[in-house]
Nanobody
Framework: QAEVVESGGGLVQPGGSLRLSCAAA????????VNWYRQTPGKERELVAL???????QYGDFVKGRFSISRDDAKNMVTLQMDNLKPEDTGVYYC???????????WGQGTQVTVSS
């Protein structure tokens, strides 16, 4: 069964860092645009970052240079390095992979990120 699996969430103090990973299982990221979304309390799910097959990267406006997305297709892995975390970054972070032709696509189960002192 093909799926994506997130890991790396947790509790961190404001100003701290976390590294989230998204692994492909049962398929490869080749040809896929891989996205990180988040659901924060009281807000709709929003795009955090994406990386395309040509390594083009895009970030949500709120990132402001604090996060960095990278992909390693040989390892079937996409990582999201998050630095200078703020309490408003608290939420569930989801990996979403979609083939550039529009299908197939996969949502992960999400990983909780909590930024609190």
């Amino acid at each position: 069964q093909a799926e994506v699996v997130e890991s790396g969430g947790g509790l961190v103090q404001p100003g701290g860092s976390l590294r989230l990973s998204c692994a492909a299982a049962g398929f490869t990221f080749n040809g896929h645009i891989v996205n990180w979304y988040r659901q924060t309390p009281g807000k709709e799910r929003e795009l955090v970052a994406l990386v395309t097959t040509s390594n083009y990267k895009q970030y949500g406006d709120f990132v402001k240079g604090r996060f960095s997305i990278s992909r390693d297709d040989a390892k079937n892995m996409v990582t999201l390095q998050m630095d200078n975390l703020k309490p408003e970054d608290t939420g569930v972070y989801y990996c979403y992979s979609i083939h550039r032709m529009g299908a197939p696509s996969f949502w992960g189960q999400g990983t909780q990120v909590t930024v609190s002192s």
